[in-house]
């Protein structure tokens, strides 16, 4: 292969990993969000109940620790659908 063709290859990769990782970006806000903001807050509930012993208390540092965990699974699940939606569009766009 000489270096052009290297070029355009190249080139409708990048433009099918863009449109994968826009798709995967807006079926995840679609479909996802919600999902995810619930997944993390029963997450962080099971934990701190594991944790203590006893029933989750309505404290500052309990809410905080939801919020924390409900954020950092929607942050995973939408870095984990952008990532599939590039991968994805960069071979089927290809």
Known sequence: MDCGQIG???????IGT?????????????????PAFRLGS????FILHRATGKPVEATVSARAFILAAALLCIVGGAALSLLIG?????????
């Open 8 to 14: 355009i290859i190249k080139g409708e990769a990048d």
């Open 86 to 94: 590039a991968w994805i569009g960069s071979f089927v766009l290809l």
């Open 18 to 34: 863009i449109i994968g990782a826009a798709t995967g970006m807006v079926l995840f806000a679609l479909f996802g969000l919600l």
């Open 42 to 45: 029963y997450l962080a509930l």
